[in-house]
């Protein structure tokens, strides 16, 4: 049976245009431009999409570990650099060391000794020290006046602290008016005070000149400063201050709470060794020793750590991941060899087919390297948030890695598209499909 | 004003190196003219897919000389030979060689990458071919979903959406039924009628008794039928 004619529709203008010299086509602007690449290279991507997760799938984890891999070690960085400000660098605290008592408690093992100051002060590397000490002032109160006003409702006076004459420097405490005592004010247990801001604040004293009193139950303790802008021990600013000695001789003090010490830049370590030997030269290890690292270096080793272990599995898994684009490149090479023979008989040039495999394999890359990072990007923030530290990564860090899942994809293609370029058209066009 | 023939070749003489040395095409001598329509039949082994190789730019005569639409390809670098294939000759295969995941307009829009066609006409271009066709109502169906008499008028339509000099068609027939095999040929008559050169290579007897000139093939040698 013969079917009828097609219908005659309008002619096409075959060969009534005047021919173009085919030579020249070459060099037209529309002879597969940049753009037609690009498209043809995507749908040969989009063609099998299942195929094209599990061959991103190495680029993937290698893009995602390297980005881990050094994005924690920058928010490790981070996190050190933050604990590492400059106050914490240049202050160490010796407290008496503590024991597990069999009911539970804790017993000190050790009392730091009431010359403290002046053992640490000779150390190299200590540029200040002060001994802190709660006083216990039992049922006594703390005014300003003493009023014996029965109607009155019970207060809580600010609480008194001793400490000795170096403290307030070891702090980095200001005298705002007056003055500090001295050794001589700790040695002779003279009554004198030093308030804190908030404290002479409660007890309505604002200035000294006129010397002022404050009674710590029925004795009077003269009011010879008022001190502010304490960086440690903010609790200071709160407290009536007295003299070590005095503390001792009017309450019957035992011994101090914790030795303050303010150091220089960078003695971290050596005063934290030496301050416990200097303080009891029989049993410096009773003493608990709050030190600052030596900052850098901690930095150094979480980063080495981390470097080494992970970026070595990145890289392995990238070249996995590059392997495996190759292979599923030059598997398509084979498996599309009848669409290359068709485009070679389309007037393909040779590096028209490689350009196209080429850019297929670094878009496969590019996609991988693209999850990947966003991938480890992720991982580096919900990590960092279960943790509370505040993650850390480079912007380039991020936007580089997806780059050199491209590079990978370009490299991995190489050879196939070589491959598919070298195939001959006749032999192309004889297989099926 | 004398135009040059679509096909001049000259002793053309295309051998395989062996051992054994095979000779598929022997001192052929070939002219065919502007709008011919030509069949070239032969047994299989006799040098037909050579010849349409050697024809279609896709393989170059050991020996001789070959002028496609008055321009000597023998000393064309492969890149030049490429455009030349692109721009002036278009193929029809036995087996289609439709792109699966591609649309059908895009599969015609395919042939255009490559001879330099401006990218804005490229779709109007191919909705004409398609339509030519008779395949206007088919434009966003993929080939798997089409008949093979259909899918080879896709192939026809981007052969010729690039306005070739010449259309090869390498046993265009041989993956169809009676029936399709008609329509196929019967899209081919109404090419030529419009102007199309055409080279038809196949074992057919029915196919190649449809061309105006007939020429066999046997043993690497050419013999005019009628």
């Given at each position: ?433 | ?33 502007k709008g011919e329509y030509v069949s070239i039949v032969g047994p299989s082994g006799s040098g037909k897919s050579t010849m349409l190789n050697v024809l279609g730019l896709l393989d170059r005569p050991s020996v001789g ?109 041989g993956n169809l039924d009676a029936t399709t095999s008609g329509e196929v040929m019967d899209l081919f008559e109404e090419l030529n009628a419009d102007g199309l050169t055409l080279v038809v290579i196949t074992h057919d ?22």
């Open positions: 049976m013969k079917l009828p004619r097609l219908p005659r529709l309008p002619r096409l203008p075959l060969l009534k245009r005047k021919p173009v010299p085919a030579y020249r086509a070459g060099k037209r602007a529309d002879h597969f431009s940049a753009q037609d690449l690009i498209v043809e290279a995507s749908y040969g991507i989009g063609a099998r999409p299942g195929r094209l997760v599990m061959t991103t799938a190495g680029t993937v984890l290698g893009i995602a570990s390297l980005v881990v891999t050094i994005g924690f070690a920058q928010t490790a960085a981070g996190q050190i650099a933050k604990q590492f400000d400059a106050v914490a660098a240049t202050q160490v605290i010796i407290e008496p060391g503590e024991t597990q008592t069999a009911n539970g408690g804790t017993a000190a093992t050790s009392r730091l000794p009431w010359d403290s100051e002046l053992r640490v002060e000779r150390l190299a590397g200590v540029e200040g020290a002060g001994l802190v000490a709660p006083v216990d002032i039992g049922e006594r109160t703390v005014t300003a006046v003493p009023v014996n006003d029965p109607s009155a409702p019970e207060t809580l006076g600010p609480p008194v602290i001793a400490a000795s004459p170096g403290l307030l420097a070891a702090v980095r405490g200001k005298v705002v008016t007056g003055r500090a005592f001295d050794t001589g004010h700790d040695a002779r247990a003279d009554r004198v005070v030093v308030l804190g801001a908030r404290a002479a604040e409660v007890l309505g004293i604002n200035r000294v000149d006129s010397q002022p009193s404050i009674f710590i139950g029925d004795h009077s303790y003269t009011v010879i400063g008022i001190i502010d802008g304490v960086e440690r021990r903010a609790d200071l600013l709160d407290a009536v201050i007295i003299p070590m000695g005095t503390a001792r001789a009017d309450f019957g003090l035992s011994g101090a709470e914790e030795l303050q010490i303010q150091i220089a830049v960078g003695a971290g370590a050596l005063v934290a060794r030496q301050a416990p030997i200097a303080l009891d030269p029989n049993a410096p290890e009773n003493f608990s020793v709050v030190a600052p690292s030596t900052g850098s270096g901690l930095q150094e080793n979480v980063q080495a750590d981390v470097n080494v272990v992970f970026l070595i599995l990145g890289l392995i898994a990238l070249l996995a991941g590059g392997l495996g684009i190759a292979n599923v490149t030059l598997l398509s090479v084979m498996e599309r060899i009848g669409e290359i023979g068709l485009r070679r008989s389309l007037g393909a040039t040779t590096r028209n087919i490689a350009g196209q495999f080429v850019v297929e394999s670094a878009v496969i890359g590019l996609l991988g390297g693209l999850v990947g990072s966003a991938l480890g990007t992720f991982a580096v923030v919900i990590v960092s948030v279960v943790n509370g530290w505040t993650p850390i990564l480079d912007i380039w860090l991020v936007l580089g890695s997806a780059l050199l899942g491209a590079v990978v994809g370009l490299a991995a293609g190489a050879y196939p598209a070589l491959r598919a370029s070298r195939i001959e058209p006749v032999t192309a066009l004889r297989g099926g499909t | 004003m004398t135009e040059p023939p679509i096909v001049q070749l000259t002793n053309v003489t295309r051998s395989f190196p062996g051992p054994p040395e095979v000779q598929a095409l022997k001192a052929i001598n070939l002219r065919i003219d000389e070959y002028y496609l639409d008055g321009e000597l390809t023998q000393l064309a670098s492969e890149d030049e030979r490429a455009a030349l294939r692109g721009g002036k000759v278009g193929f029809v295969f036995q087996s289609f060689h439709l792109l699966p995941h591609r649309t059908v307009l895009e599969n015609v829009m395919v042939a255009m990458l490559y001879s330099g066609v401006p990218r804005k006409e490229r779709e109007g271009r191919a909705r004409t071919a398609l339509e030519r066709v008779g395949l206007g109502q088919r434009l966003t169906f993929r080939p798997a979903t089409l008949s093979g008499g259909e899918r080879q008028r896709v192939a026809v339509a981007r052969a010729v959406v690039s306005e070739p000099r010449l259309l090869l068609a390498d046993e265009p027939t007897g029915n196919v190649s008794a449809r061309a105006r000139r007939r020429i066999r093939i046997a043993d690497g040698t050419l013999t005019e039928i009628a």
